[in-house]
């Protein structure tokens, strides 16, 4: 069918469109309604169906596909990879789901996941989503103070967590983290489920505190655990990510819903299809992980290819090796990750035999056109920009190629997914923005299936973050963007104050708040800025407190760097730290950021006519051609 037609029957006729799709999954009950949406903002997809994520991502697959791998974990780390079947799958995610139930975790418990990318933190949140516990996976690159905030926001139950990470050969002890986050938080699990991998020689279990994974999953092995139907909209899981305040927000994600989105994603997007391979080189931390590592593909019955480890270790032919060795199909990677690989030669990429490969998809941050022709060159592959946010959880802009292949243009991640109609709104006057005009994009609801239900535990931060930007409850992506006449869009950068490093989106509050911790600051500012590797990297620019130690000005940029990797992990780690006397407001008193970023990047400032005191911009562009403090 052409994607035209598929396209705009999602949007005439959703009911009928999705009750389609609805059935790629299996129903303990069948949906009574495949749409409520007599609140727009809180619409319901498939209510009254009951189903499971863990039985479409596993059980279903055993009597056609028992033997095939359901999950390769590759680790260039550890050097160990695990050839994970179907059957061997169900038999890890029963063991682990018996070991939840004898630690007490029941429906509806949310269990917080602290644990690199290997195969337990996927048994993991299977094992949650067998018996109806909410999952919340913090990326195990963010450091304590960041768990912190997600344990009391999410108020688990239960953590899990491993010992330890690895990264370029060295050891991360996560159980340090695990402590000074638990002594942070308010509302602390009183159980931790650790993996031991062995990598930390230091760790010692708590007594009381810690549960050993292996010897729980030695006694549970045989373990049947009967899996526990749904209501469609109920959470499946939480997973934070940033916004402009300080605190992360949970996005809340249903079950049926959001099965059923990736059921027809995986094929009609990915091309991938039953007993296919795909390679995702995200981190189950992130929301790519969740939906293109875990569940689309297994819910696809696919295999999945989960991979701890760089892109260049031992050398820059890894991912290159691992699609040959296993004939993946469709990858999935970041215009980052291409950067790191164009430093280095070529060959690395060809010297593989992809002649299985068919696509390299590219997500979660802007794709320069550069990038994109290096690789497309270097692998004489499709390369396929995608445009998505964790709220959505797959993808909003995106050509199928499973459907209907339509031309790459570059610079443009492409035409609404099914069941996104989506507009371009003029942020003045609240109309659609003509072709070729800039406007903010917006998703006219109802949201379609698999996008987020609300914020955990606050609807009030879910209507007012995303739905009243407007006249009319449009949601907001928070993006701008212009749209061509063929409809492609093409997306411009936030309209907020977040920024995206490496294609990780970092709250510039966030790292304003653990700088400010430092006590001779007396004022952050963050901005993001143009970086050729990773897109942007933040930039710090604080005034000091008058009774600042002397010399403090010398010493002080290396001590808010570290300040900022303790607390929230390395991926925020300011590039640059600059102090000044004064920094630049409105005379209400508002942080002018987009002229510090502006300057920090050599560029003109932009209106200043709000602007409180001009010697402030003097003073930035004094320091800014100065050295820097760090
Ligand atoms: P995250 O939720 O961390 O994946 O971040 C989502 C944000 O990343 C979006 O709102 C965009 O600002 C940016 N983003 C994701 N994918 C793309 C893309 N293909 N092109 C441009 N920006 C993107």
Request: with cysteine.
């Amino acid at each position: 069918m052409r994607y035209e037609q598929f396209h705009q029957r999602s949007i005439d006729d959703p009911e009928g469109f999705w009750a389609e799709q609805a059935q790629a999954i299996d129903w303990h009950v069948p949906p009574r309604t495949i749409l409520d949406d007599s609140d727009p903002v809180f619409r319901k997809w498939f209510v009254g169906g009951q189903t499971n994520l863990c039985h479409n991502a596993v059980d279903r697959h055993l009597a056609e596909r028992a033997d095939q791998l359901a999950l390769v974990a590759i680790s260039t780390e550890t050097g160990i990879t695990r050839e994970i079947s179907y059957r061997e799958l169900h038999r890890e995610v029963n063991a682990f789901a018996a070991t939840l139930l004898e630690l007490g975790v029941t429906r509806g418990d949310r269990v917080v996941i602290y644990m690199p990318n290997i195969a337990e933190a996927v048994f993991a949140m299977l094992a949650c989503a067998r018996i109806g516990a909410i999952h919340s996976v913090v990326f195990g690159g963010f450091a304590s103070h960041n768990l912190a905030m997600r344990i009391d926001d999410a108020r688990p139950a239960l953590l899990i967590a491993a010992d330890a990470g690895m990264r370029g050969g060295k050891v991360i002890p996560y159980m340090p983290l695990v402590a000074q986050a638990l002594a942070e938080a308010e509302h602390p699990p009183a159980k931790v489920l650790v993996v031991n991998r062995g990598l930390d020689p230091a760790y010692v279990p708590v007594e009381g505190r810690d549960h050993d994974h292996a010897a729980l999953r030695a006694a549970h092995l045989d373990a049947d655990v009967s899996v526990t139907w749904l209501e469609s909209n109920e959470p499946s899981y939480i997973l934070y990510t940033s916004g402009t305040t300080g605190r992360p927000k949970g996005v809340q994600r249903d079950v049926g819903g959001y099965a059923v989105a990736l059921a027809l994603s995986m094929w009609a997007i990915y091309d991938v299809r039953p007993g296919q391979v795909m390679f995702s080189t995200s981190d189950v931390g992130w929301a790519v992980g969740h939906s293109y590592n875990v569940y689309g593909p297994l819910i696809a019955g696919a295999t999945s290819i989960l991979y701890e480890g760089l892109p260049t270790s031992p050398d820059a032919g890894i991912w290159w090796r691992i699609c040959e060795r296993y004939g993946v199909r469709t990858m999935f990677s970041s215009p980052t990750a291409v950067r790191v690989l164009k430093k280095h030669d070529a060959h690395w990429l060809q010297d593989a035999d992809l002649s299985q490969l068919q696509y390299l998809f590219l997500a979660g941050e802007p794709l320069d056109e550069p990038t994109a022709q290096w690789i497309g060159d270097a692998l004489s592959k499709t390369v396929i920009d995608n445009y998505w946010q964790t709220e959505t959880g797959w993808p909003v802009l995106c050509l199928m190629p499973g459907l209907d292949m339509k031309p790459v243009k570059p610079g443009s991640p492409g035409l609404p997914a099914p069941g996104y109609r989506l507009r371009v709104i003029d942020e003045a006057t609240g109309e659609d923005a003509a072709v070729g005009e800039k406007g903010v994009l917006v998703i006219q609801p109802p949201l379609p299936p698999g996008c987020m239900s609300t914020i955990w535990g606050n609807d009030e931060r879910f209507v007012a973050g995303y739905f009243s930007h407007f006249r009319e409850p449009l949601y907001s992506s928070l993006d701008w963007a212009i749209r061509d006449a063929d409809g492609y869009a093409f997306i411009l950068g936030r309209t907020d104050d977040v920024i995206n490093v490496a294609g990780h989106r970092l709250g510039t509050r966030e790292i304003e708040e653990a700088v400010a911790t430092h006590g001779d600051v007396a004022e952050a500012a963050v901005v993001g800025i143009h970086d050729e590797l990773k897109g942007q990297v933040p930039v710090v620019f604080v005034t000091l407190k008058p009774a600042a130690a002397a010399g403090s000005v010398e010493t002080v940029g290396a001590a808010l760097q570290q300040c900022v990797c303790d607390q929230l992990g390395a991926v925020a780690r300011p590039a640059q730290v600059h102090v000044v006397g004064l920094l630049p407001k409105t005379r209400s008193g508002k942080l002018l950021r987009r002229s510090l970023q502006a300057l920090a990047e050599r560029r003109d400032p932009g209106d200043l006519s709000t602007l409180e005191d001009p010697a402030a911009l003097e003073e930035v562009r004094r320091v800014l051609a100065g050295p820097v403090a760090a």
